[in-house]
């Protein structure tokens, strides 16, 4: 091999090397010292709960999706319309989603359990709901920053089917923006 066929390859791989390496080191000088320049939008139209919050122990995920609708004792009047209204759209979403509606399970989260009567009617209108009775998770629900339950700034939870807490959606959400972040996760996520 004379010098300059070895000058060429030597050259040819160093173009190799830098082909992967630049725009490696370009992202990490982007990453520790212009993190700025990092978009800070996302696609989700939830609140994202930061850090998320694990309530696997006290919610049965069953490898799905869950929608979590808390119902506190003082909300019973004040909020009754929005809940209804949130029920009424959740059931409507998961028809929605049409082939992946058994990939999202919908529950009821209340302190006391319903009346017998109310329950009964509860089940009968709405079939799939699971109605939860579980003090510590409803004030899991509504302890999360800036999450207050009453009729003005009533949210609706979106758990993972690893049992994280991880968004939060407004009750005027609770439509067709929910209904694309579900159609979303569920196209790209392979669990649930």
């Not at 050259?11 to 212009?34: C, E, H, N, Q, S």
């Not at 028809?95 to 989260?109: Q, S, T």
């Not at 758990?159 to 996760?185: F, N, S, W």
């Amino acid at each position: 091999m004379t010098d300059k066929d070895l000058t060429q390859s030597r050259r040819k791989l160093l173009l190799v090397a830098a082909t992967a390496f630049v725009p490696m080191m370009i992202a990490y000088g982007l990453f520790f010292f212009a993190p700025d320049m990092i978009p800070k939008t996302t696609t989700n139209q939830g609140d994202l709960v930061q850090p998320s919050i694990d309530v696997s122990d006290r919610l049965a995920t069953e490898g799905r999706w869950q929608l979590l609708i808390p119902m506190r004792e003082s909300c019973l009047q004040a909020c009754a319309e929005t809940v209804q209204n949130v029920l009424h759209q959740t059931r409507q979403i998961n028809i929605a989603l049409g082939k992946n509606a058994d990939r999202l399970g919908r529950g009821l989260v209340r302190s006391t359990p319903f009346p017998p009567a109310e329950g009964a009617a509860m089940k009968t209108d709405y079939p799939n709901l699971k109605l939860i009775v579980d003090t510590a998770l409803l004030a899991e629900l509504t302890a999360v920053a800036s999450m207050r339950q009453d009729p003005a700034d009533y949210h609706v939870f979106l758990v993972d089917p690893m049992g994280q807490l991880i968004l939060a959606y407004p009750a005027e959400k609770v439509d067709k923006p929910l209904l694309l972040d579900l159609k979303h996760l569920m196209k790209v996520s392979n669990i649930g």
